[in-house]
């Protein structure tokens, strides 16, 4: 076992090369991964680069997807070191590392997000339940006066918002939001679309009979033209959203407090639950219904190899970034309970290995 932890240490040391002097080809950090964490890897990034004698780490917004896939492809000088993510790891994403010789993630928590649907201060202010957003986006809905379910799908007909609802104004159904490759899309299709399309009876009985054609119902977005896929920067739909107020745009909470004076969130409602609006209060409880972790991974193979990988991971997850007064808290970061984030440190402190339930 001794040799060959010796060997695969040497391997892993020869994927990165060595100059002349013996110092290792790759000594910046790289980053790449979710554009939601992108702002608060990019304040980590300078802090670090700015108080510890290591470079300021290279920081790429590529959207979750994307990056697991950089991440996972291999070790190395040519692949990132850590990638952010605004959901967590899937196990075949995590598969594919175990595949391309990544044995060893360490996971990371850093903290919660909210996903918000905001409009322009002068668009007419609404409000949502998870079943109006189903109804709205979904690429197929029940027929008007049925529970949903197998034999009751139609391919969305709905225009208007107040198709949707009565209670809602006669505006043109207008989305734009995240591509497919974004976390914060499987997170709005797992939490808000699914979430209203199991308001429907029909749904959960579908679900234990066919959970194939259950998923294809509860999370398909409609491909139409009434969602349009803005890509994965999150600013650009920010702008797009100030400049016509009939638009909805999908994006982080962070998103929303840079903005605050120009664009303003609709609340969201559970099934028979009050309207929430996303604060940092209702995130951080759980009130407000489209709340998701936010997460780094980082590979044990690359620490001790690239330059302050580990202490850098120790940088987001500590107290002075990451906890109740932390620099990215103040960016819009909901922090972790103290003996969660505890537990995420003591996880970078002892670089644990990731294993999924």
Same mark, same amino acid.
């Given at each position: 076992?001794?040799?060959?932890?010796?060997?695969?240490?040497?391997?892993?040391?020869?994927?990165?090369?060595?100059?002349?002097?013996?110092?290792?080809?790759?000594?910046?950090?790289?980053?790449?991964?979710?554009?939601?964490?992108?702002?608060?890897?990019?304040?980590?990034?300078?802090?670090?680069?700015?108080?510890?004698?290591?470079?300021?780490?290279?920081?790429?917004?590529?959207?979750?997807?994307?990056?697991?896939?950089?991440?996972?492809?291999?070790?190395?000088?040519?692949?990132?070191?850590?990638?952010?993510?605004?959901?967590?790891?899937?196990?075949?994403?995590?598969?594919?590392?175990?595949?391309?010789?990544?044995?060893?993630?360490?996971?990371?928590?850093?903290?919660?997000?909210?996903?918000?649907?905001?409009?322009?201060?002068?668009?007419?202010?609404?409000?949502?339940?998870?079943?109006?957003?189903?109804?709205?986006?979904?690429?197929?809905?029940?027929?008007?006066?049925?529970?949903?379910?197998?034999?009751?799908?139609?391919?969305?007909?709905?225009?208007?918002?107040?198709?949707?609802?009565?209670?809602?104004?006669?505006?043109?159904?207008?989305?734009?939001?995240?591509?497919?490759?974004?976390?914060?899309?499987?997170?709005?299709?797992?939490? /808000?679309?699914?979430? @209203?399309?199991? %308001?429907?009876? #029909?749904?959960?009985? !579908?679900?234990? *009979?066919?959970?194939? &054609?259950?998923?294809?119902?509860?999370?398909?977005?409609?491909?139409?033209?009434?969602?349009?896929?803005?890509?994965?920067?999150?600013?650009?739909?920010?702008?797009?959203?100030?400049?016509?107020?009939?638009?909805?745009?999908?994006?982080?909470?962070?998103?929303?407090?840079?903005?605050?004076?120009?664009?303003?969130?609709?609340?969201?409602?559970?099934?028979?639950?009050?309207?929430?609006?996303?604060?940092?209060?209702?995130?951080?409880?759980?009130?407000?219904?489209?709340?998701?972790?936010?997460?780094?991974?980082?590979?044990?193979?690359?620490?001790?190899?690239?330059?302050?990988?580990?202490?850098?991971?120790?940088?987001?997850?500590?107290?002075?970034? /990451?906890?109740?007064? @932390?620099?990215? %808290?103040?960016? #819009?970061?909901?922090? !972790?309970?103290? *003996?969660?984030?505890? &537990?995420?440190?003591?996880?970078?402190?002892?670089?644990?290995?990731?294993?999924?339930?």
């Amino acid at each position: 076992m001794r040799n060959f932890s010796k060997y695969a240490a040497v391997a892993v040391i020869a994927l990165f090369g060595a100059s002349s002097t013996g110092a290792f080809a790759q000594d910046q950090i790289r980053v790449v991964g979710s554009s939601t964490v992108f702002p608060f890897a990019t304040a980590a990034a300078e802090e670090f680069g700015n108080t510890t004698n290591f470079k300021t780490p290279i920081i790429e917004s590529t959207g979750t997807g994307g990056g697991m896939k950089l991440f996972c492809a291999g070790l190395g000088s040519s692949h990132p070191d850590i990638a952010n993510a605004s959901r967590r790891i899937k196990q075949s994403e995590l598969d594919l590392c175990h595949k391309n010789g990544v044995d060893e993630v360490v996971e990371v928590k850093i903290g919660f997000d909210g996903i918000v649907l905001a409009a322009s201060k002068n668009a007419e202010p609404m409000q949502f339940s998870l079943r109006d957003l189903y109804l709205a986006l979904a690429a197929q809905v029940p027929a008007p006066n049925t529970e949903g379910g197998l034999g009751n799908m139609v391919p969305n007909p709905y225009k208007t918002w107040n198709q949707v609802n009565p209670n809602l104004p006669s505006l043109e159904i207008q989305v734009l939001g995240p591509p497919p490759t974004s976390g914060t899309r499987d997170a709005f299709n797992e939490l /808000a679309i699914e979430g @209203g399309c199991k %308001t429907f009876t #029909g749904m959960k009985a !579908l679900k234990k *009979s066919d959970k194939r &054609t259950y998923k294809a119902y509860c999370r398909g977005i409609r491909e139409d033209g009434v969602f349009i896929e803005a890509g994965e920067n999150d600013n650009l739909i920010v702008q797009k959203i100030q400049a016509n107020e009939q638009v909805i745009g999908i994006f982080g909470f962070s998103f929303l407090e840079q903005n605050a004076d120009v664009i303003q969130a609709y609340p969201v409602s559970k099934s028979g639950k009050t309207a929430q609006e996303p604060t940092f209060d209702a995130i951080s409880d759980g009130a407000y219904p489209i709340s998701r972790s936010l997460f780094i991974y980082g590979k044990k193979a690359h620490v001790g190899i690239v330059p302050g990988l580990q202490e850098f991971m120790a940088e987001m997850i500590g107290d002075n970034a /990451a906890g109740d007064l @932390g620099y990215l %808290t103040d960016r #819009g970061l909901i922090p !972790l309970p103290d *003996s969660e984030r505890a &537990t995420f440190q003591s996880d970078v402190q002892n670089l644990t290995k990731l294993k999924l339930n």
